[in-house]
Structure formats: structure tokens, C-alpha cells
């Protein structure tokens, strides 16, 4: 049997978010507040120097109204 090796990159998952958070019509500050995060938690996202918890992080997804396999490139 011949596997295909799949690598999912946390740079690549980072660089979603940050994508999906700059086309949503919130403010960095409304999804804090939407999270129950810290603002600059968000800004750590967006600088890709943090990535969310697991529950963040599927809180992040439905928030931004997008598929968790979109951002973690499962569908691609």
C-alpha cells in the first residue's frame, strides 16, 4: 500500500486565521469581547505569535462563520 504523507503546518493554520480574521467585518477588539479573550490575544493571533486553544479556537471558527477543515487545510 503507498500512503501519501500529509503535513499539516501550524504556519499554514496561523496564516488562515489571520486571513479569515482580516476579512471578517469585526474588529479585532469585537471578537475578544465575542471570545471572552483579552484584545491583545487577538493581536497575537494576527501577528502569529499565539494560536488559539482548541475551544478558542472552534469559538474562533464559528464567530468568523468559517469551516475548521478551511482553516486547518484539510479541504484543500
Known amino acids: 500500500m503507498c500512503y501519501a504523507k500529509i503535513v499539516i503546518e ?3 493554520i496561523q496564516r488562515r486565521i489571520r486571513k479569515e480574521i482580516q476579512n471578517s467585518n469585526l474588529s479585532q477588539r469585537q471578537i475578544a469581547e465575542k471570545l471572552g479573550i483579552n ?3 487577538v493581536s497575537k493571533y494576527m501577528r502569529q505569535d499565539k494560536f488559539p486553544s482548541l475551544e478558542t479556537f472552534a469559538n ?3 464567530i468568523l462563520d468559517v469551516s475548521a477543515d478551511d482553516i486547518l487545510g484539510i479541504n484543500d
Open 60 to 62: 474562533l471558527c464559528k
Open 10 to 12: 501550524l504556519k499554514d
Open 39 to 41: 484584545p491583545s490575544t
